[in-house]
């Protein structure tokens, strides 16, 4: 039933058609995963970085790479210590 094509996204999409292209390569080897860690493993590994690298090559990315270290390390901060931060 794969076409190939990329179809329109739902009306309540946060994601744009371009950031669909970029999940849509990964779509048959993610699902060919067999294990939770399998899938998280190719999320974090592959997914994850193409569409940050599209969201940085397109002005997508608003904060600089300061910025993004700072509240990275707040969360991780948080985490460690059970705080619950939104």
């Given at each position: 039933m794969a076409?190939?094509k990329?179809?329109k996204?739902r009306k ?12 849509q390569q990964y779509k ?14 190719m ?5 994850l970085?193409?569409i940050?690298?599209y969201?940085?090559d ?20 948080g985490?460690r210590c059970?705080?619950?931060l939104?």
């Open positions: 076409t190939g990329i179809r996204p309540d999409c946060k994601y744009s058609a371009e950031e669909h292209a970029v999940f048959e080897e993610y699902k060919s995963q067999t294990t939770s860690q399998g899938c998280g493993h999320f974090r590994s592959k997914i970085p193409d940050f690298n969201w940085t397109n002005g997508k990315v608003l904060m600089s790479s300061e910025e993004m270290d700072g509240h990275v390390k707040v969360r991780i901060f985490i059970g705080i619950m939104i």
